[in-house]
């Protein structure tokens, strides 16, 4: 198997899932060089089908439309976020109908051995086997003392522990033997054990080693020429002769850098690479380098400045709003925590977001609330707006019940003063202070009947009984 991925880590854990599923003796994953399509069987297979591809006529893209199938009414209907969610399904069911056509295209065309190519559509995601790549996504980008509580956790723990045993990755390089875990730990492993190689013993493929009697032409030895071995009888370290990892090592060392020619003819004619190829490479470690450097004084001011800030230097409502609170270091989640004495600085960072973004929450919230335009309040007949105090009720409980009955057949006549009132030319507004209950001593005994009618009411502005009303001018 040839390619590229082979430092990726999705990929590498896929290819022990797939060794272990078929039951393969062995899988080879090489990629030898990026800008030498020569040595690379990955990019010569590009290169036939690129040439299947163009064959005289043009792909067609546009499949289906973002508004197939739907009528002139629901069209109108749609939402800005419903019409972008139809374009992307329209767009990702034109890919899979290119996808289809190049495959056709491809079958059946030569291919790079002089052999003739076989081309597949790949099953669609919700098709695939592999289904858990968010999780496993988390468990490698969690901290060991905390994988464990990764869903899954066993089983990744188990393919990783299997890789280690039987499959060799570096440098642009992947290999799985069958049985390999009788080389490192003397015993094969329980998987080797149930399930053991076709053959009694597999060798590692050879991995090529520069022809030194071939000097000054670059070339490499023949593979059946190729040892698995050291001199010394030893086996070859994985990336003794690997170009890109040669280079860095030897740029780590000092003893190779882009003003150094000499350095550099040398190196080309050791790994068999040419100078050009040396030289760009070298290039690309200095950007990288270059690259570090700033984000390495970048973060270094960052922290700088994070240090001198203060709470009010933080737009808290805005980073609660936007969900970026999580980007906050911990010292400045304290300053929060400290101006409203909120919880500690022991607690978990996890903890803090959430206290403090409770917090953020509940503010917005009063905001909101204490925005809403004041309501119109009926006024009662036994509210004194002259001294502001509440005159004393001497009815029974049926007298006050049939005073809230006439009320409420007024209620049509009371609005219409009200409308007259509240016209326009007026700027006074009726607005309730506060529950101050009822005057009589038979009232007060029902206080428990009494506080179950308010509770149904607790959310009216416009209340009969029991109600403290004032006025106040805008």
Known sequence: MYGVGCSNIEFRFRATEVARILNFDRLNRIHRARDDSGQNEAERSNACIGEAIVDGGALKWKYHEALDSLENEDVKNLSIDELSKLEENAMERNAWCVAKDVTERIQGEPGRAGDFMQSFVTHQKEDQFSFN????????????????????????????????????????????????????????????????????????????????????????????????????????????????????????????????????????????VQELHVRKYLEHLQYLELKKSKRKDDRKYQRETDSQKKYADYNWEQMFTAGTLKKLKVSALNLFLEKHQLGNKKMKKSEKLVLISACLAKAQLDKVTSEQ??????????????????????????????????????????????DKEYNGSSKDYDVVLQEIGSSSEEEEDDEDDEQEVNDGIEDEFCSRVGRCVTTFRS
């Not at 004393?392 to 006549?413: K, L, M, W």
């Open 133 to 272: 790549t968010e999780q496993l996504k988390q468990f490698v980008s969690t901290t060991e003392s905390k994988q464990n509580d990764v869903p899954g956790h066993a089983y990744y723990e188990k393919i990783n522990a299997f890789t280690e045993q039987h499959v060799h990755v570096r440098e642009l390089y992947l290999e799985y033997i069958k049985g390999d875990s009788q080389q490192n730990s003397g015993v094969l492993c329980e998987f080797c054990t149930r399930f053991p190689p076709s053959r009694d013993s597999l060798h590692r493929v050879p991995r090529p080693k520069p022809d030194e009697t071939a000097l000054p032409d670059l070339k490499y030895l023949p593979f059946d020429k190729t040892p698995i071995t050291s001199p010394e009888g030893h086996p070859r370290e994985i990336d003794d002769y690997q170009p890109r990892a040669q280079i860095k090592r030897h740029v780590k060392e000092g003893n190779l850098t882009l003003e150094d020619s000499e350095s550099i003819v040398e190196f080309s004619k050791t790994f068999a």
């Open 373 to 418: 335009p004041a309501k119109k309040v009926n006024v009662e007949e036994n509210v004194d707006f002259h001294d502001g105090e509440h005159e004393e009720e001497t009815g029974d409980e049926e007298d006050d019940y049939d005073s809230v009955q006439a009320d409420d057949t007024d209620s049509d006549d009371n609005n219409e003063c009200d």
